[in-house]
Structure formats: C-alpha cells, structure tokens
C-alpha cells in the first residue's frame, strides 16, 4: 500500500488499520455536521461588532471557524477540547514523568483523539523519513548574508521547497476539490518534518561554526531539533518537547494563525500559506515578546540586584509604568487569568532549575507585578502570560541566541496551522472577504464628529 494511504488511515481512523474505510468515511462525517450546524443555526448572531472592534484591529470579534484549539478566557487554550494540564498527563512521552512529545498533540490537533505510544512511534518515524532537505535549500541558505535574520532566512528556506509542492502540481493537474486535503496533508507532513533541521542549520550557520550535525533518526522530531542545533543534553531535549507542545496553537485569531488561514483559504499551498504566517509572527507585536521580557529582567536585575525586596521590586514596577512603557510578560489580548503556558513552564523549572537568578526573578516578580497592574485600573488582565518565562528556560539551557526564538516559535507554530489548513481544506472552507469600511462610512452612518 502506498505510505501516504498507510499513514493516513493511521491518522484518521488511529484505533484500527483495519477500519480502513475510516479514512474516507470521516471527511463526510464532519462535513455533513458542518452542513447541519448551518442549516440549523446559519441565521443566528455569534456576537455585536461596534465601531470600537472595527477600529481597533477587529478584537473581539468572532469571525472564523478553527477547530483544532479554542482559547476561553478564563481556563486558557485548549486543544481539541484538552487543557495543557489534560495533555501533559495523557500525551505520550519520550521519557517516565517528561514532557509530552509535540507529534503526539499533532495528532489530536488532526484526529481529535489522545494517541497511544505506538501510533506517536508511527509518526515519528513516517517524519523522521520525509526528513532530509532538498539540496535547494542549502544553496539559498548559503546564498544568504550570514547577518540576515533568521526568520528570513527560514521564510526563504521554505520557500526555497515550494516548487515540490504536491498541492500546487494537483491543483494544476485538476484534481477534484475533495481531494486537496490530502495534497495539503503531504506537503504539511514535508515541511514539518523538515523543520528541525532547517531550523538547526539556520541556527549554526548564525551562531556557530557553520558545522552542521546529522539526524539521529532514534531520536523524536523535538529532541532531534535540539540535537541537530548542538544541545544534546537530555534537559534541553525535554524543554524543547515542552516548548514546541506549548505554542502549537492559540486559536485562529493571533496574526501567524489568521495569516495562514486566509492565505490558505485562496489555496495557496501549504508553503506559501506558512510562509505568510511565519513573516506576519515575525512582526514585533506578535514574536518578539520574550525578548522584550528579557531586555526588562535584565533591566530590573541592574537596578536592584537579585536579592530584591517585594517593595524594590514592586517600586521598580511602577518606575517602569510611570516613564510610559508596559510591563513585558503580562497580559493577553482574551486570558483574564495566569496563562496555564507560563505555569507550566515554572513547573518545568521548579522541577529543573530551582536556584537559577533569573527564575527566582521571575517568580518574585509573579509576586509583584498582578497587584501593580491592578492598582492601575486600566489593565484587564494583570497575569503572566507564556512570555513571561520561555527566554529565561532557553538562557538557562544555553541557547542565549535571542533572534534565534522566533524560529523556535515558528517552528511549533507551524504544527498547529497547518494542522487545521489541512482541516480546513477537507471541509471546503471558502476563500476568506470580511467587509471593511471607510471612516466616512461610519460618520456617515452614525454621525459626523469634530476632532
């Protein structure tokens, strides 16, 4: 049987190959609940849009459907219906008590079912063997200044695939539109399993000697990430399975999910649409979150010290405040509680680095910052979010290369995008057009106002 047959009965029916039919039977099934949810409810109101939400970068408003995580503001992300907690216990691991493996929550991401070890197994390998790069990519890769971005150098890496795009050759080919889930599948598969060692090579030819460091096909797609990067440590293997399973996904809204949904909705394929994506998360005010939080804890350590009262701490706060900047690390555009990624993260270092000064920093700061913010009044949510703590976990372990973690993001980012492009083309999502206006039009409509 052809691999892609093999696997995606593997995939799409994971309790029993011999239910093979499964594989075609369960695209029918989710369309026709989709057709009757609409049917049933397609005239109904999902929310009101004010002037505010058009105006202020379409926040709140619900507008797309994206099933493989949903964000509530009070219990944080889940995946599939799972919390973080939920799948840190239930998802297989690569070692006793570790973190879970990130080909495990692609696959509930794709299924909607927990995976057993064997069927994670089966993925790890069927990734590990689309693995090797196209020579392409290391000629652009060399082609490149080595002082050009990293996350430019990955956009062009990917694009430097594109031409292999099995999506694209079906589209021109003509293939009947219920079948371009499964181009969209195989390319997906191809570029995730090729991301650890784009990655990796953009990460030594950047930082280190040039040198790059073979696969070790035993190994599992995020422990072979740290691996092929230089850090073969076992600690640096299960932050990087805990850091790619943690920013997977984030619901559809955020610019790198939204990017490459709505590029993907045109059909374009699965490398241009990541693409997209990746360049919208490479943005400031999407990607580069955790830098800020360490350039601030920086800061804060050279003013006070690491032996900081709560009360220098918390004057240093409102200095920070009062010279007009924010707090980096805290906050979220829906969350209203402590983001369940950054509890997870101080588990992990409680557990791994209990004495490290920037974690005690971190975790005073914890203490701190929430009743700063709240005394303020004009902050909604005044907890910690992922940001708060994943530079300080990648400073402990050595990778101290700050330009280098938006690739990590994208990286696992593009687990949890094109998971859903893939779902998305199985259920014949159309091309997105959301109506914009003119700010004439809202005078118009609502009355003219002097400045």
């Given at each position: 049987?052809?691999?892609?047959?093999?696997?995606?009965?593997?995939?799409?029916?994971?309790?029993?190959?011999?239910?093979?039919?499964?594989?075609?039977e369960?695209?029918?099934?989710?369309?026709?609940?989709l057709?009757?949810?609409?049917?049933?409810?397609?005239?109904?109101?999902?929310?009101?849009?004010?002037?505010?939400?058009?105006?202020?970068?379409?926040?709140?408003?619900?507008?797309?459907?994206?099933?493989?995580?949903?964000?509530?503001?009070?219990?944080?992300?889940?995946?599939?219906?799972?919390?973080?907690?939920?799948?840190?216990?239930?998802?297989?691991?690569?070692?006793?008590?570790?973190?879970?493996?990130?080909?495990?929550?692609?696959?509930?991401?794709?299924?909607?079912?927990?995976?057993?070890?064997?069927?994670?197994?089966?993925?790890?390998?069927?990734?590990?063997?689309?693995?090797?790069?196209?020579?392409a990519?290391?000629?652009?890769?060399?082609?490149?200044?080595?002082?050009?971005?990293?996350?430019?150098?990955?956009?062009?890496?990917?694009?430097?695939?594109?031409?292999?795009?099995?999506?694209?050759?079906?589209?021109?080919?003509?293939?009947?539109?219920?079948?371009?889930?499964?181009?969209?599948?195989?390319?997906?598969?191809?570029?995730i399993?090729?991301?650890?060692?784009?990655?990796?090579?953009?990460?030594?030819?950047?930082?280190?000697?040039?040198k790059?460091?073979?696969?070790?096909?035993?190994?599992?797609?995020?422990?072979?990430?740290?691996?092929?990067?230089?850090?073969?440590?076992?600690?640096?293997?299960?932050?990087?399975?805990?850091?790619?399973?943690?920013?997977?996904?984030?619901?559809?809204?955020?610019?790198?999910?939204?990017?490459?949904?709505?590029?993907?909705?045109?059909?374009?394929?699965?490398?241009?649409?990541?693409?997209a994506?990746?360049n919208?998360?490479?943005?400031?005010?999407?990607?580069?979150?955790?830098?800020?939080?360490?350039?601030?804890?920086?800061?804060?350590?050279?003013?006070?010290?690491?032996?900081?009262?709560?009360?220098?701490?918390?004057?240093?706060?409102?200095?920070?405040?009062?010279?007009?900047?924010?707090?980096?690390?805290y906050?979220?555009?829906?969350?209203?509680?402590?983001?369940?990624?950054?509890?997870?993260?101080?588990?992990?270092?409680?557990?791994?680095?209990?004495?490290?000064?920037?974690?005690?920093?971190?975790?005073?700061?914890?203490?701190?910052?929430p009743?700063?913010?709240?005394?303020?009044?004009?902050?909604?949510?005044?907890?910690?979010?992922?940001?708060?703590?994943?530079?300080?976990?990648?400073?402990?372990?050595?990778?101290?290369?700050?330009?280098?973690?938006?690739?990590?993001?994208?990286?696992?980012?593009?687990?949890?995008?094109?998971?859903?492009?893939?779902?998305?083309?199985?259920?014949?999502?159309?091309?997105?057009?959301?109506?914009?206006?003119?700010s004439?039009?809202?005078?118009?409509?609502?009355?003219?106002?002097e400045?």
């Amino acid at each position: 049987m052809h691999t892609l047959a093999k696997l995606l009965i593997l995939l799409w029916c994971p309790r029993a190959a011999v239910r093979g039919a499964r594989v075609r039977e369960a695209i029918p099934e989710t369309n026709a609940r989709l057709k009757a949810i609409r049917a049933a409810h397609g005239e109904k109101r999902v929310g009101e849009v004010t002037v505010g939400m058009v105006m202020g970068g379409m926040r709140g408003i619900t507008g797309m459907l994206y099933e493989t995580s949903l964000l509530d503001a009070e219990e944080g992300i889940r995946f599939r219906g799972h919390t973080i907690p939920d799948l840190q216990r239930r998802l297989p691991k690569a070692t006793a008590n570790g973190e879970p493996l990130p080909e495990g929550i692609m696959w509930l991401m794709l299924t909607g079912e927990i995976p057993s070890d064997a069927e994670v197994k089966t993925l790890s390998q069927e990734l590990a063997a689309r693995a090797e790069l196209p020579k392409a990519v290391h000629d652009v890769l060399d082609a490149l200044p080595k002082n050009t971005h990293p996350m430019t150098q990955l956009s062009c890496a990917l694009m430097a695939m594109q031409p292999e795009s099995k999506f694209a050759k079906a589209y021109q080919d003509g293939v009947h539109k219920t079948t371009f889930w499964e181009y969209a599948f195989e390319d997906s598969m191809d570029i995730i399993a090729r991301l650890p060692a784009v990655c990796a090579a953009i990460y030594r030819r950047t930082f280190k000697d040039g040198k790059l460091i073979a696969a070790d096909k035993n190994l599992d797609w995020a422990g072979n990430f740290a691996h092929m990067m230089g850090h073969d440590s076992e600690a640096v293997k299960e932050l990087m399975r805990l850091y790619m399973t943690i920013h997977v996904d984030h619901e559809g809204g955020n610019v790198s999910a939204h990017t490459t949904h709505l590029v993907g909705s045109a059909l374009s394929d699965p490398y241009l649409s990541l693409v997209a994506g990746l360049n919208g998360l490479a943005g400031p005010l999407h990607g580069l979150a955790n830098q800020e939080v360490l350039k601030w804890l920086n800061e804060t350590r050279q003013k006070v010290g690491d032996d900081a009262t709560k009360e220098q701490l918390t004057e240093f706060v409102w200095d920070t405040l009062k010279s007009g900047r924010v707090v980096p690390g805290y906050g979220h555009g829906v969350l209203r509680k402590t983001d369940p990624r950054y509890t997870c993260q101080r588990e992990f270092a409680l557990k791994h680095l209990p004495n490290d000064p920037m974690f005690k920093l971190v975790g005073k700061l914890f203490e701190v910052v929430p009743d700063v913010l709240t005394q303020t009044g004009k902050v909604k949510n005044p907890w910690p979010n992922v940001d708060a703590h994943s530079g300080v976990l990648l400073q402990y372990y050595g990778i101290t290369e700050e330009n280098f973690y938006t690739v990590l993001f994208g990286a696992s980012r593009a687990i949890g995008v094109l998971s859903q492009l893939i779902l998305s083309r199985a259920s014949g999502y159309p091309i997105e057009r959301p109506k914009s206006v003119t700010s004439k039009w809202i005078e118009d409509k609502f009355g003219k106002v002097e400045a």
